[in-house]
């Protein structure tokens, strides 16, 4: 395909457990996001990686929250020991790296729903 | 740091009427805005997005946005809704000239339409 691709599409987990979220981005983007879409808090940005570096990781709520990327293109987001209110859709986006000063569109995956019993 | 109201949280419009939905943001400079569409269970599909120039953009799906510097707004418009359009309007902000960035979110418009 070739659009952004996430996975798993749903996700239960207990309280207190660990969970991994991918990303796939769209080949030939360097630029990926990690944003989280909840009922209160609506969408907020996470993290932003280019290549495999993170420039911004203000958006990460707390230290349960870290992310990689690996050789420029997937993306794994973990959450550790997992809280109720950790419950919330999971978008990632990519986009392409123009230059410097251009700013280049963020296409969207469909998400990862994560749910914290 | 730059911030986006959606003071609209519903609005049911009946298909064929126009349709405005209201934005605004917050933001020490003239910054990139941008309205997405998330129907159900999809990702976000860019609708239209201002960067520069024009004020009135004109976008997929037939809406168009007007920005409007002196009212902190870009407004989404559509002369006529169709059922398909009903969805989740998010309007946001990039920084200007900051290349690639983080985007701002407003906290969205469910659009409902009755036939």
């Known amino acids: 395909g070739a659009g952004v691709s996430q996975s798993p599409s749903n996700k239960v987990t207990e309280k207190g457990k660990d969970v991994e979220l991918r990303c796939d981005p769209i080949?030939?983007?360097?630029?990926l996001y990690w944003y989280r879409q909840s009922l209160g808090q609506g969408l907020e940005f996470l993290i932003y990686f280019q290549g495999n570096s993170a420039p911004d990781k203000s958006g990460l709520p707390s230290d349960r929250f870290s992310a990689e990327r690996t050789g420029g293109s997937v993306s794994t987001l973990t959450i550790q020991r997992t809280q109720q209110e950790d419950s919330a859709v999971y978008l990632c986006a990519s986009s392409l790296v123009m230059g410097q000063g251009i700013y280049n569109e963020q296409f969207f995956g469909p998400g990862t729903r994560l749910t914290v019993l | 740091a730059q911030s986006v109201t959606q003071p609209d949280i519903h609005i049911t419009v009946s298909e064929g009427a126009s349709l405005e939905l209201r934005c605004n943001y917050s933001y020490g400079a003239t910054p990139y805005l941008f309205w997405y569409v998330q129907s159900p269970g999809q990702g976000l599909q860019l609708l239209l997005k201002?960067?520069?120039?024009?004020?009135l953009v004109q976008g997929i799906k037939g809406f168009e946005a007007e920005f409007k510097r002196s009212q902190s707004s870009f407004n989404l418009r559509k002369p006529s809704v169709h059922w398909s359009d009903a969805a989740e309007y998010f309007c946001a902000v990039a920084r200007a000239n900051f290349g690639n960035e983080k985007l701002t979110f407003g906290t969205g418009t469910r659009l409902t339409i009755i036939p």
């Open positions: 080949s030939g983007h360097t630029a």
């Open positions: 201002y960067f520069s120039g024009d004020t």
